[in-house]
Every structure is written in C-alpha cells, then in structure tokens.
C-alpha cells in the first residue's frame, strides 16, 4: 500500500501518499483533487496526517483558490468551447480511449461512457487539444489578416510569432517582432483586429504615451477605449 486516505475536520479526505524520491514532507493541492501530503518511503502514514493536522490552516486558505481555478475552467458535455470558426463538443459513448473526430463543421472530443468531466486529468486533456486547435487556426489565419491591417494603414513590421501566454493578447519588440497570443481566435474579429492595430502602432511608438493612443484611437473610429473594455471581458485562457 503506497497511500492513505484520512478525513480532517473543515476540509474532508486527505490523502498521505509515499514517495521513494520524497526526502521531506511536503503538501500539494491541485484542482480538483484532495489535498495530497506526500511522504518518504520510510514515515509512517498517520506522521503525514499530524503534518496536514498542522497545517489545516494553510489548506484551507489555498483550497478555494484551486476550487476557484476547476469551476471557472471546466468543459463538458453542456460546456462546449467555441473558436472563431469551430465549435467543439465534448460527449461521453462507446469509446475505449479519447478521440477527436470532425462533426457538423466543428469537432467531437469522444471519450469513454465512464469518463468523469471533473477530474483534473481529463479537463488537461481537453486543453491539450483546445490548445493544438487554436493554434492551428491562427497561424492559418493571423499572418494574413496582419499584412492585411499592416498594409490597408502603412505599418510595417519584421517578423510575426504566435504565441500561447497567459498574461497578454500581443506584444512587440525593439526590432518591430509582433506576438500574438493563439487566444485571439477566441476573439471576435473586430476585437483580435484592435489587438492587432495596437501592435502595429508600437512599431511607430514603442510606449503608451499620448500620440500612441492618438494613432491608435484614429485608427479605430475614436473608439479605443470602448474596445479596451470589451477585450478586459474576455480571458486570456483556455
Ligand atoms: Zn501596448
């Protein structure tokens, strides 16, 4: 037996786990899952336990964070993900392992009949492949639609990147290189084009200064700071 489940009061199962790497006690929440206190091989279980007893405190001021993270992310069967062009549902059938097949213009991500949504490992899987179809549609289409704006307003830039980060929608460096986060598929067009002209304003002015925000507002009818707000509604995450 290489793990232990016990309950503690104010937070429910714990599981003490051994490890024959572990030199130390040490503590892990994950969405999703119980919190996990894992042991080297040689402690006794019940020591991991008193070690969780110890920090109950701790636990439960971190575990509404990895609840928080679960429930704003989950994908299921009533929870489809929709990019740009495709809309990709998720459904439980008669099938061994995962697989992703095109239906009705978008895709079906099947899984087996018993497939629990809510586990942790499944909701990676899923993102796995959100992550691979995003990326795959923006790089078919960014490059163009970004020469489009860049040449429609006389911007020229050196080399386009696309990019999968979690804190910004685009950025440009020093020697005028545009990155755009894979998320803008996620966006409508109107918006992934206003990330888009934003860039391309930095090629002409490198910070946020007042003529940026001129150039950029006269590029988009006087309406920057409308679409400012609409981008912060939506997640930089998948
Ligand atoms: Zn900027």
Known sequence: MNSKSYTLDGIGEVVVRKHHQAR?????????????????????????????????????????????????????????????????????????????????????????????????????????FLTELLRHEAKVYLPDRVAKLAAAHGFRYNQLNVKNVHTRWGSCSARNNINLNICLMTLPEYLSDFVILHELCHTVHKNHGPQFHALLDSLVGGNEKRLDKELNKYKIQI
Not at 57 to 70: E, G, R, S, V
Not at 83 to 96: A, D, K, L
């Open 24 to 128: 130390r006690i040490t503590i892990k929440l994950r969405p999703g899952e119980p919190p996990r206190v894992v042991i080297p091989q040689l402690m006794a279980f019940d020591r991991g336990f008193q070690f969780a007893v110890e920090k109950r405190d701790w636990i439960a001021d971190h575990l509404p964070q990895m609840d928080a993270a679960l429930k704003s992310t989950i994908y299921d069967e009533e929870r489809p993900f929709s990019t740009r062009y495709h809309m990709v549902r998720f459904r439980r059938c008669q099938t061994r392992c995962v697989q992703a097949v095109k239906a009705d213009g978008g895709y079906e991500m099947r899984f087996p009949a018993d497939t629990d949504f809510s586990s942790a490992q499944v909701q990676r899987q899923i993102r796995m």
